[in-house]
């Protein structure tokens, strides 16, 4: 199993940036893909989620409006394109996979937004 994060790096703020994760060796179409982030001192917090089918999304509260996670099941791919970055976005944005009791991460990617 695998989840490789891409797309990570320096922005300024209100800027943008997209990340990818790309999935394999499971069967990516049944879970459900998470977008997490834990900033330097503070706890990993969920960012957003996307339902296996791709049709029902969820957004933290400090993303909404921003952020948008979408998916291709024949790509096994999950994205996060974020938009209008503040200071405060800057963290590891990690990639997560979960059904049932199975539940994959990645390696994390790097997002900071600086002036």
């Known amino acids: 199993v695998q989840l490789v994060e891409s797309g990570g790096g320096l922005v300024q703020p209100g800027g943008s940036l997209r990340l990818s994760c790309a999935a394999s060796?499971?069967?990516?179409?049944?879970?459900?893909m998470n977008w997490y982030r834990q900033a330097p001192g503070k706890e990993r917090e969920l960012v957003a989620a996307?339902?296996?089918?791709?049709?029902?999304?969820n957004y933290a509260d400090f993303v909404k409006d921003r952020f948008t996670i979408s998916r291709d099941n024949a790509k096994n791919t999950v994205y996060l394109q974020m938009n209008s970055l503040k200071l405060e976005d800057t963290a590891v944005y990690y990639c997560?996979?979960?059904?049932?009791?199975?539940?994959?991460w990645g390696q994390g990617a790097q997002v900071t937004v600086s002036s």
């Open positions: 997560n996979a979960y059904w049932a009791l199975y539940d994959y």
């Open positions: 060796g499971f069967t990516f179409s049944r879970y459900t």
């Open positions: 996307i339902h296996s089918a791709g049709a029902v999304t």
